[in-house]
């Protein structure tokens, strides 16, 4: 029988077959209590179910739209899975842990999907170890799925425009998606009160989103505050499509003038357009990679980049758009080439071997 005292005063006595079983339990107990790591046997008999809320309700900083999704992981994954096992009973649980991980991939979900669903379980389990209901959190040890890098498509600016073309009326969305890199919740909370027609400048200051079924409008975050400089080209396009509008009022809308929200918005004429210009699969949000590859193309800087889209800083957009910068390495190499090549004619006249063994020395 081993007994120890936790850092409240409470004896906890648990027995064992052999001794050597109890002192290695009870010196693992009690080097907890010490480091301020132990977590009352009693807290782990919960169950899992009963964390997920006081998790949820611990983040007031999410957005709507975060919130909503690992709602839906802990609904759809993690409760029908794991919602009657006790805390403490999932701590030693890593085999079965692990196969749910591996049971996901296999059943076709993909790399990134699972590794969603694992960090909400993962993030579960560490509240329960904030709050003491377990010592360590079982998922850290766990062989996470690689997450495979969707490639990105890029339209030429010939595709641009015959996208455009097929818009009809709804030429002016594909421009300004296309070539000032918006995100779709930035076009759709856009006022006319943002259009500086004389800067050719849009302040990014307000985005709309659909969020389970519901629009929310907000400020973007600080870093996404930003002003997008527009083509001279959509100057007057811009000047006819917010004159007559009040200051507050959204510049791009429905056929009906109501928010615009991107499935309808695919529905009623984007995909159509797409698939009649030979573009069938493009997304809106395809048109802001686009914007990029259009403007590293004119010999925009990760900087400017940077700026135009909104990222935190300019190794993020470099992670984005490492690809679009690839004729810096041609560059490179031709300047390597015509370095070698001075390098060749010094070794010539100091008596080296031209050609592949230029490195042997002539004999004397």
Same mark, same amino acid.
């Given at each position: 029988?081993?007994? &120890?005292?936790?850092?409240?005063?409470?004896? +906890?006595?648990?027995?064992? @077959?052999?001794?050597? /079983?109890?002192?290695?339990?009870?010196?693992?107990?009690? $080097? *907890?209590?010490?480091?301020?790591?132990?977590?009352?046997?009693?807290?782990?008999?919960?169950?899992?179910?009963?964390?997920?809320?006081?998790?949820? @309700?611990? +983040?007031?900083?999410?957005?709507?739209?975060?919130?909503?999704?690992?709602?839906?992981?802990? !609904?759809? +994954?993690?409760?029908?899975?794991?919602?009657?096992?006790?805390?403490?009973?999932?701590? /030693?649980?890593?085999?079965?842990?692990?196969?749910?991980?591996? @049971?996901?991939?296999?059943?076709?979900?993909?790399?990134? =999907?699972?590794?969603?669903? %694992?960090?909400?379980?993962?993030?579960?389990?560490?509240?329960?170890?904030?709050? #003491?209901?377990?010592?360590?959190?079982?998922?850290?040890?766990?062989?996470?799925? !690689?997450?495979?890098?969707?490639?990105?498509? &890029?339209? $030429?600016?010939?595709?641009?425009?015959?996208?455009?073309?097929?818009?009809?009326?709804?030429? %002016? =969305?594909?421009?300004?998606?296309? &070539?000032?890199?918006?995100?779709?919740?930035?076009?759709?909370?856009?006022?006319?009160?943002?259009?500086?027609?004389?800067?050719?400048?849009?302040?990014?200051?307000?985005?709309?989103?659909?969020?389970?079924?519901?629009?929310?409008?907000? *400020?973007?975050? /600080?870093?996404?505050?930003?002003?997008?400089?527009?083509?001279?080209?959509?100057?007057?396009?811009? !000047?006819?499509?917010? *004159?007559?509008?009040?200051?507050?009022?959204?510049?791009?809308?429905?056929?009906?003038?109501?928010?615009?929200?991107?499935?309808?918005?695919?529905?009623?004429?984007?995909?159509?357009? @797409?698939?009649?210009?030979?573009?069938?699969?493009?997304?809106? +949000?395809?048109?802001?990679? =686009?914007?990029?590859? %259009?403007?590293?193309?004119?010999?925009? $800087?990760?900087?400017?980049?940077?700026?135009?889209?909104?990222?935190?800083?300019?190794?993020? =957009?470099?992670?984005? &758009?490492?690809?679009?910068?690839?004729?810096?390495?041609?560059?490179?190499?031709?300047?390597? /080439?015509?370095? #070698?090549?001075?390098?060749?004619?010094?070794?010539?006249?100091?008596?080296?071997?031209?050609?592949?063994?230029?490195?042997?020395?002539?004999?004397?």
């Amino acid at each position: 029988m081993a007994r &120890y005292v936790d850092g409240a005063g409470k004896e +906890h006595a648990r027995s064992f @077959a052999r001794k050597t /079983d109890a002192q290695t339990w009870l010196d693992g107990q009690t $080097s *907890a209590v010490v480091v301020g790591l132990h977590a009352p046997p009693s807290a782990g008999r919960v169950t899992v179910d009963v964390v997920p809320q006081a998790w949820l @309700a611990g +983040h007031p900083s999410w957005e709507r739209g975060t919130r909503s999704r690992y709602e839906s992981i802990v !609904k759809r +994954h993690i409760l029908p899975k794991w919602g009657s096992v006790r805390l403490a009973d999932l701590v /030693d649980m890593h085999d079965e842990l692990q196969a749910w991980v591996t @049971a996901q991939v296999a059943a076709g979900a993909a790399g990134g =999907t699972v590794r969603k669903n %694992l960090g909400v379980l993962s993030q579960i389990c560490d509240h329960a170890v904030k709050t #003491r209901k377990i010592a360590v959190n079982p998922c850290r040890t766990l062989d996470r799925p !690689k997450q495979r890098l969707a490639k990105r498509r &890029y339209l $030429s600016g010939v595709e641009v425009e015959r996208l455009a073309e097929c818009a009809g009326s709804n030429w %002016l =969305t594909v421009m300004v998606l296309a &070539y000032c890199g918006l995100r779709f919740a930035e076009l759709a909370g856009m006022q006319a009160s943002a259009i500086n027609l004389g800067r050719k400048r849009i302040q990014v200051e307000r985005t709309i989103t659909e969020v389970d079924g519901h629009l929310v409008i907000k *400020a973007p975050k /600080d870093h996404q505050r930003r002003s997008v400089a527009f083509p001279a080209f959509l100057v007057e396009p811009m !000047k006819e499509r917010v *004159a007559g509008r009040s200051d507050d009022a959204e510049v791009f809308t429905s056929s009906q003038g109501a928010i615009l929200r991107v499935r309808n918005m695919r529905r009623d004429w984007f995909d159509p357009a @797409a698939k009649a210009a030979g573009l069938a699969g493009i997304t809106p +949000h395809e048109l802001r990679h =686009t914007a990029a590859s %259009l403007a590293v193309s004119q010999g925009a $800087s990760v900087l400017a980049l940077q700026r135009m889209l909104g990222h935190d800083k300019p190794s993020t =957009t470099l992670d984005f &758009y490492a690809d679009l910068f690839d004729d810096d390495l041609d560059d490179v190499a031709t300047r390597l /080439d015509s370095a #070698r090549t001075g390098f060749a004619a010094d070794w010539l006249r100091a008596g080296g071997v031209a050609g592949q063994e230029g490195f042997e020395k002539k004999p004397a």
